[in-house]
């Protein structure tokens, strides 16, 4: 499965686009506090539209409650990272893997990073920018872990207006 981590997210437009990323992708949410917003505010529920009902998340009070809860292949996004999301192979599909993000403002605290080195990653791009929108980071690197397992459990077509929708009158 695929886990989408959020360590101490501050901007609820965010999270409430990460919130209809994984619902769209049957990926599992974890949020570690402090939040930066409350969960129930108007701007999140409007980014997450209403799929926030069908989302699978949990909520902790900490990292070390986050940790001790949650096994698998940890990912940490950064951008200190020096290998490219690209670079790690996903194709396990029984494998439990874990995306994590930082917070907007300083993203994901040094002494973690420090602790597994060898998973610190980057989105490559210029040095024009510091780093991309944290929502838009998310939805690229779960749909790469995903184009590696071909897609799986996602629909090909789209479901409401039929397959053959282009050909139609």
Known sequence: MIHVVLYEPEIPGNTGNIMRTCVATGSKLHLIEPLGFSLDE???????????????YEVYPNWEAFKEKN????????RYGHKPHTSFDYHNQDE?????FGKESTGIPKEILKQDLEH?????????????NLSNCCAIVVYEVLRQQNYRNLL????????????RD
């Open 120 to 132: 610190c990653m980057r989105i490559p791009m210029t040095a024009n920018v510091r780093a991309l």
């Open 71 to 78: 096994q698998g292949t940890y990912y940490y996004f950064t």
């Open 96 to 100: 439990e893997i874990y995306l994590i």
């Open 156 to 167: 090909r077509e789209e479901p409401h207006k039929g397959n053959d929708y282009l050909e």
């Open 42 to 56: 108007a701007h999140l529920k409007r980014s997450a539209v209403n799929y926030i009902d069908k989302l699978d």
